[in-house]
C-alpha cells in the first residue's frame, strides 16, 4: 500500500510540474534557481537601492560595460540568504576579482557562484513537496570606454548549471530531478555616462538551456531546449552632492516552442551620504522594500542589504513570502 501511496505522489508531482503555465510551475521549473542566482545576482550595494543591475556602478557589477570604467582593482565576496515561510533557505554566494588593464579604458572581471538550500517544502498546484535548488556558474566580463560618454561590455558563462531535486513526504526519498545547462549565449552592456556617477545603462542576456526531467516514474528522461533571455534598463545620477537616485525596468523570459513565461517589474532606488564614508539606501524592487547600508575605508569596504519578498510576482504562490539578507566585504588596492 505505501509503493502505491508513493507511485500516485510521484505522478501528482509530475503533473504538477509537467502541466501548469508560469515561472514556477510547468517545465519552467528549471528556472527558479536563476531568480536567486547569477542572472539576477546584483552586488549589496545596488540590493539596497532596489536590486537595480544595469545602471549603478559598485567594485562588482552585474553590468560588463563597467569593467571600461575600473580604475583599480578589487575582489570581493557577497553572501545571500533568503528564508522563504514554506521553510525553504536559499544560500547564495557570489565571489568575484576585477582589475583595469595596462593601456586604460579596458578591464576584466571574473565572478563564480554557488546558490544551495536546505530540504524545504513548496506549495505547487495544491501538493505540498519537498524539494532543494542548486545553481553553479562562472562568468567572464569585459568592457571598453569608447570618446568620453560611451562604455561597452560583453560576458560570457562558460559554467551555468541548475538542479532541482523534488522528495517524497512519505520517507524523504528522492522521486524526481530537474537539471539545466547552458549551451550558446552570452550578455552584453551599454552605459552612458554623463555624470562622474551618473549612467543611463542597458544588459541584455541571451543563452539556450538543455533542460532534463528524471524520475522513479518515467522510463526514459524527458528533455526539453529553453532559451532564456533578459533585458534591463535604467538610469542612474546624482539628485545632489549627498543622494544618489536610480531607477530601472527588468524582464526575464523563458521559452520553449509555443510555451512561454516572463517575470518583469520596475525598480527604484536611493542612496543617501549619512556621514563620511557611511551611505544608507532604500529602494523598491517590483513593490518589494529592500533597505541596505555600507561603510568603506581607503582599502576596505564592508555592506549589507535586507530585503522582503524578493520576486514574489514569481515565485510567491509556492515559496510564499521570505526575507533576504546579504552582506558583502571588498577589498580595494
Known amino acids: 500500500m505505501q509503493q502505491r501511496t508513493l507511485v500516485f505522489f510521484v505522478l501528482v508531482v509530475l503533473l504538477a510540474i509537467c502541466s501548469g503555465p508560469g515561472w514556477t510551475q510547468g517545465p519552467e521549473t528549471y528556472a527558479m534557481p536563476h531568480l536567486f542566482g547569477l542572472p539576477n545576482a546584483t552586488p549589496v550595494r545596488a540590493s539596497g537601492m532596489g536590486g537595480i543591475m544595469a545602471c549603478v556602478q559598485g567594485d562588482g557589477f552585474p553590468n560588463p560595460a563597467f569593467a571600461g570604467a575600473l580604475e583599480s582593482a578589487h575582489a570581493g ?24 588593464l595596462a593601456d586604460g579604458g579596458q578591464g576584466i572581471q571574473i565572478v563564480g557562484y554557488h546558490l544551495d538550500s536546505g530540504r524545504g517544502q513548496v506549495n505547487a498546484g495544491g501538493v505540498p513537496l519537498a524539494i532543494s535548488v542548486h545553481e553553479n556558474d562562472l562568468a567572464f566580463h569585459y568592457g571598453r570606454r569608447f570618446g568620453e560618454y560611451w562604455l561597452v561590455g560583453l560576458g560570457v558563462s562558460p559554467v551555468l548549471h541548475t538542479t532541482t531535486n523534488y522528495f517524497s513526504p512519505l520517507d524523504g526519498s528522492l522521486v524526481a530531478h ?47 531546449e529553453f532559451t ?106
Open 178 to 224: 530537474l537539471d539545466s545547462s547552458a549551451g550558446f549565449g552570452g550578455r552584453v552592456g551599454a552605459l552612458y555616462q554623463f555624470q562622474p556617477d551618473g549612467f543611463a545603462g542597458l544588459i541584455f542576456d541571451r543563452y539556450t538551456e538543455d533542460v532534463n526531467l528524471r524520475s522513479v516514474v518515467l522510463p526514459a528522461p524527458m528533455a526539453v
Open 77 to 100: 565576496v557577497m553572501y545571500s540568504l533568503t528564508g522563504c515561510d514554506t521553510g525553504l533557505k536559499l544560500k547564495g554566494t557570489q565571489v568575484w576579482v576585477n582589475s583595469p
Open 228 to 333: 532564456s533571455t533578459e533585458l534591463a534598463f535604467g538610469v542612474s545620477g546624482r539628485v545632489d552632492d549627498r543622494v544618489l537616485a536610480a531607477a530601472e525596468w527588468a524582464e526575464l523570459r523563458s521559452k520553449s516552442g509555443a510555451l512561454e513565461s516572463k517575470t518583469s517589474g520596475l525598480r527604484l532606488g536611493a542612496e543617501f551620504a549619512a556621514a563620511e564614508n557611511v551611505e544608507v539606501r532604500a529602494g523598491l524592487n517590483d513593490g518589494s522594500l529592500w533597505l541596505g547600508g555600507g561603510y568603506q575605508s581607503e582599502a576596505w569596504k564592508v555592506e549589507y542589504a535586507y530585503g522582503r519578498d524578493w520576486n514574489d510576482d514569481a515565485v510567491g504562490a509556492v515559496l510564499g513570502g521570505s526575507d533576504t539578507h546579504q552582506v558583502e566585504a571588498t577589498r580595494t588596492w
